[in-house]
């Protein structure tokens, strides 16, 4: 049986990975592995505030420098309950750096990487 982590994990891999809305083309194999640490990062640091309730959803615009530094995290779109906005938030920050992404091409970096949706809600995370 799968964790709860792995299950959404999992899902956020095949959103981040594959939905043609997120990307202009599909990323790389070097962007999924990037993409794949970024989600497990996201989750390891998830923690979900009590009021957090099924059918949730905050929206939060991220940006990461050319280097990987994650160098804001804002909410751009509230669940409503500021508690579980500020959890995403938190739990995007605490990743801190994503060191690969220095290593992409400048196309992959502005395509996948700058600036970015992370959607986040009690039963998962996409972006």
Do not use: C
């Amino acid at each position: 049986m799968f964790s709860r982590k792995q299950l959404i994990a999992a899902a956020l891999l095949i959103v981040l990975a594959g939905a043609p809305s997120a990307f202009a083309g599909q990323p790389t194999a070097e962007a999924k592995q990037i993409i794949a640490s970024f989600v497990e990062q996201i989750v390891d640091h998830w923690v979900r505030p009590p009021s957090a309730r099924n059918g949730m959803v905050t929206h939060v615009l991220v940006r990461i420098s050319r280097d990987g530094r994650v160098e804001t995290a804002e909410v751009s779109q509230s669940s409503g309950d500021s508690a579980f906005d500020q959890a995403a938030v938190q739990a995007i920050r605490e990743v801190g750096s994503l060191p690969q992404v220095s290593e992409v091409d400048t196309a992959t970096y502005e395509q996948t990487f700058r600036e970015r949706t992370v959607e986040l809600s009690p039963e998962g995370i996409s972006g």
